[in-house]
Structures are given as C-alpha cells and as structure tokens.
C-alpha cells in the first residue's frame, strides 16, 4: 500500500494534464491578485485506442503525444498533475480520533484501511483528508479517505516520466471538476442550497455529477459520448475515422447530416443525461436539481444548450472555467473559448499549484 496526494496540497506550481479517450489536454496558471491567468494550454488528439474507457492501452504513444503538447506550450515547469477516472476510485468517510498529527494518522489508517478497502492492500494507493469535527462524535474528526489499484496510478506515472514530465501529483476527476466548479459558480445568483448537476460529455464517456453548497454529492460514469458522431460520419458518408472527426469539427458535410445523424445524436443524448438524473434522484433525498451545466467536448455543439434546457426543462449554461481570467499574449483568445467546456478537469488539476 502506498499513501498519495490524491487529497491535501501538493507542490506548487503544477500543470493540470487530463488524460482522455481522445486527446491530452494541458493548462498552465498563475495567480496574481487573486485573479488568474492563463500562461499556455493546448489540446492535442490521441492516436486511436491509446487510451480506451479511461484505461491507457499504450503508454509509448500517449508519452509521445505528451512530448508533442509540452513542445507546443513551452511551459515554466515540468511538474505536473493528473487525474484517474471516479470510477477507479473508492471513497470512503470515517471518523478517527482528534489531535492526531498526520504521521499518526497516517499510520493508523495503513493498519485498518483493509476495513474499508476491497482490495489486497499492496495492491492499493490511497490518500485521505481531514474534513473537520464530527458533528455526530464528539472528539472525532471526519475524514475522507480515497483510494484506488496501483496500477492505476503507475500507468499515468509511467507515461508522464516517458515525456520527460514529473507526476506530483495523481487527483481524482471528480474533485478536479469540484475545485474547478468554483470558476463557473459566479454565473449564479445564489448557490447556498443549491443542487447544480454537471454532464461533462467527452469522447466515449458521459459523467454527472451533482453538487449542493459546491460538494459534490453524486457521480455516475456511463458509456456514451461524441465519438459515436464520428463513427456514424465515417460509416455514412464512407470517411476515415480522422477525416470524419476533422469534418465534424470544421464542417462542410452534406445536407442530411443535421437530420440523420446529429439530431438523433441530441435526442439519445438527453435521454442519457435524463436517465443520470433519475438514477440521482432514486438514489438521494432529492428529486430536483436548480441548475444544469454541460461540460466534455459535446457541450460546445451548436443549439444543444438551448435543446437541452427546452426538453429537460432547466435552467442550463455551458462551463466556460476562463470566463474571469486573464491570457499571456501566446494563449488563443478564440481557441481556448473553443475548447474552454472540455478543460474543466484540467483547470482543477492546474489550481492545485495554489492549494
């Protein structure tokens, strides 16, 4: 077993490099005055089946690709954060004693987290964080624990080492997505209470989460993403599978594309979105959510946002996370408000640099 910073502050400054099915996506921040500013980022495509469902196949051509962005950005550091999938992960609340140091507490945990954790514990990685006093035992602290298989980690630290990177530190998606929601939440007028779902729909996975007072509450992963776009350009119109996510991107199909392949597209995605809802719903004491934001590559398809909040009947925005930062001269203005709904798990994993 071996204890990682899924959870506390790392080392600073890091770049956040989210790791998809699809491509490789990397962010560099400062802060001054409170305010941040985007230094460099680039988004770069994966060869096919480097990375499948979250799971790297290929960790020479990811490293490769990898090297390619970090060409590209000329970043300050090398240092880097990244993430593994929610899935991958067991969290767990559990109440220990107050007072503890963290070498204590660390110590303590490695002698009972077999209690917790369903697999052999060489086989493991976890992390846990002090949340603050239990409000149901006195002279406890809650604490949440979070763990996941080694060789979930090593895969990503194998492939960043490979492009000449130094992983610090290995997050979760779904706290990334919740420290990068913090940028997004001044879109609101209120949030006290509020229950705001995220769909952040990429390549091949769609993921909600549910938020209330900015923590998140739920998260489900499911397959179902924009590839299959791609694949039904590629088998209709008789295009390579590169060539029909370039036409996807830049256009110039013929006139049925809209009405045989992106309309059914918009309604199986809604049906999608609509059935992580109720399995939220069933499963909380909540039955409603005020606020829906769409997120992953799909969130920048054009009339979605109005479909979606049309048919589910909800108050819906697409994250833009940049909205309120500053860019250095080499950032795109226009590409990054492109690509700006897919980067919110890297922009998470960038502002670990200032926890």
Not at 296 to 317: I, R
Request: with cysteine; proline share 4%; charged share 25%.
């Amino acid at each position: 077993m071996e204890i990682l910073r899924f959870l506390r502050a790392g080392h600073k400054p890091v770049l956040g490099l989210d790791i998809t099915s699809s491509a490789v996506k990397l962010i560099e921040l400062s802060q001054s005055g409170g305010r941040y500013r985007v230094e460099s980022y680039v988004v770069r495509p994966l060869p096919p089946n480097t990375v499948v469902e979250k799971n790297i196949n290929d960790a020479e051509a990811l490293a490769e690709t990898i090297k390619k962005v970090i060409a590209q950005a000329k970043p300050k550091t090398r240092d880097v954060a990244a993430a593994v999938a929610g899935s991958a992960v067991i969290t767990k609340m559990i109440d220990m004693p107050s007072g503890l140091s963290d070498q204590a507490m660390e110590a303590q945990i490695a002698l009972e987290a077999d209690q917790y954790i369903p697999y052999p514990l060489e086989e493991v990685a976890l992390d846990f964080e002090v949340l603050g006093p239990s409000e149901v035992n006195p002279g406890q602290v809650d604490v949440l624990l979070a763990a996941c298989r080694q060789e979930n980690v090593e895969a990503r630290q194998e492939a960043l080492e490979l492009a000449g990177l130094n992983p610090k530190i290995v997050d979760v998606e779904v706290f990334a997505v919740e420290r990068a929601f913090q940028l997004i939440s001044h879109q609101f007028e209120d949030l006290s209470d509020q229950v705001v779902a995220i769909a952040d729909i990429g390549s091949t996975m769609l993921t909600l989460s549910v938020l209330v007072d900015g923590k998140t509450v739920y998260t489900r992963e499911q397959l179902f993403g924009g590839k299959q776009v791609t694949e039904e350009i590629q088998r209709r119109y008789g295009l390579s599978f590169q060539d029909a996510g370039r036409a996807k991107k830049e256009g110039g199909l013929p006139e049925d594309y809209d009405l045989e392949i992106l309309q059914p597209f918009k309604e199986a995605l809604l049906q999608q979105i609509s059935r992580s809802l109720q399995f939220f719903f069933s499963s909380s004491q909540y039955n409603y959510v005020d606020q829906l934001i769409l997120a992953g590559g799909v969130a920048a398809m054009a009339g979605l946002k109005e479909e979606v909040q049309e048919k589910l009947g909800l108050s819906t925005v697409v994250a833009n996370p940049f909205s309120q930062m500053t860019l250095s001269n080499k950032v795109d203005a226009i590409s990054l408000a492109n690509d700006a709904p897919a980067m919110l798990i890297a922009v998470g994993l960038a502002m670990r640099s200032f926890d």
